[in-house]
């Protein structure tokens, strides 16, 4: 998926959607073409809690327009001929932050749901163009057949109740032509297998005790040297205190506080260190451009254990795996992430 076209896409359909109000006011179309209703959640679409049923609607006449046009773009390049597009639509009382808070590149990325992104996933429309809303874009290849899911977000000012429409869309991969270059001639090279680490990572977590089994007050501790445990959640339910951890399900968001200064933990659990790897290379498209650093002081990937370090402006962040497990610690300041993994157990 090409960045701009993604873009563009994003600020014309929120501004369609956001400007033709509320979803029962909208009168659909007649035609049908390429759209057809869903009758559930696909198998590699995770559900969010709160979602219910389908509603029994039809999908709003702006968007199903804008999709023949503009929203098709998402496709283009990436297959042949106009997609076909399967739609779902619901109410909901969760928050267009809910939405963007659980469809998250890293919970689509893993194992089954397999999509990939253009690093953002979800766009908050108030932040992008001052309009309310939420958009979301997902691909991906399986066999001859190339994949888009986007999910589309609006609020009725009168109700609060949030609309929240699924389109999964499918076009034919495009046929190399003949004599033509290989389609991975400039991609990265297929992973191997997962080596040991040939030197020393940040922090000598190489050195560390491999976590194990889904205790959750043992995978993130209550106290970290100077820094106290003060939430842990659920990525999908954020504000409920997490009392458990599940195998390649929800990311875990735990906060720790010592006086004024506080740090951000994302964990996961995950079946396989392969998926685990994936979940490290989302990060580095998120803090680090999808730029992976070549200095071993910063970065290793394809290794026990692989890490990610970056410093900037924004903050410092540190993102590893050991086995098939995942953790990462945002922090104001290098001094700040520095103090908290020292004393980490992992």
Do not use: H
Not at 79 to 94: C, I, K, V
Not at 172 to 197: D, E, F, H, R, Y
């Amino acid at each position: 998926m090409k960045r701009i076209l993604f873009v563009l896409s994003l600020l014309a359909l929120i501004v369609v959607f956001n400007a033709c109000g509320a979803v029962n006011q909208l009168n659909p179309l007649t035609n049908n073409d390429n759209f057809k209703k869903a009758g559930a959640l696909w198998n590699d679409v995770p559900a969010m809690d709160g979602l219910g049923n389908p509603i029994d609607a039809e999908l709003p006449a702006p968007i199903k327009l804008f999709m023949r046009t503009g929203v098709s773009l998402v496709m283009k390049g990436m297959g042949e001929g106009a997609p076909s597009w399967d739609w779902l639509m619901f109410t909901t009382n969760q928050s267009a932050d809910d939405i963007t808070n659980f469809y998250t590149t890293t919970r689509m990325a893993a194992a089954p749901y397999n999509w990939a992104s253009d690093a953002s996933g979800c766009v908050n429309g108030q932040q992008a163009i001052g309009q309310a809303g939420t958009f979301c874009a997902f691909t991906k290849q399986q066999g001859d057949k190339q994949i888009g899911l986007l999910i589309i977000t609006a609020q009725d000012e009168k109700t609060k109740e949030t609309s929240v429409i699924f389109l999964r869309g499918e076009s034919a991969a495009t046929p190399v032509a003949q004599n033509a270059p290989s389609a991975n001639a400039n991609q990265k090279p297929t992973k191997g297998a997962i080596t040991m680490l040939n030197g020393a990572a940040p922090y000598g977590i190489e050195k560390r005790p491999l976590p194990s089994g889904l205790d959750i007050d043992q995978l993130l501790p209550k106290q970290v040297g100077a820094y106290t445990r003060a939430s842990v959640e659920r990525a999908s339910n954020q504000g409920t205190q997490a009392t458990s951890v599940d195998i390649d399900g929800d990311s875990m968001y735990a906060r720790y506080r010592s006086g004024a200064k506080e740090i951000f933990v994302e964990f996961s659990a995950t079946s396989s260190a392969e998926n685990a790897q994936s979940i490290l290379d989302v990060a580095a498209g998120d803090a680090a451009g999808g730029v992976f650093p070549s200095d071993p002081r910063f970065g290793s990937r394809g290794t026990e254990p692989s890490y990610l370090k970056v410093v900037n402006g924004d903050g410092a962040f540190m993102a590893w795996t050991r086995g098939g497990y995942y953790f990462s610690v945002s922090a104001k300041s290098e001094p700040d992430l520095d103090a908290f993994m020292q004393a980490f157990p992992y």
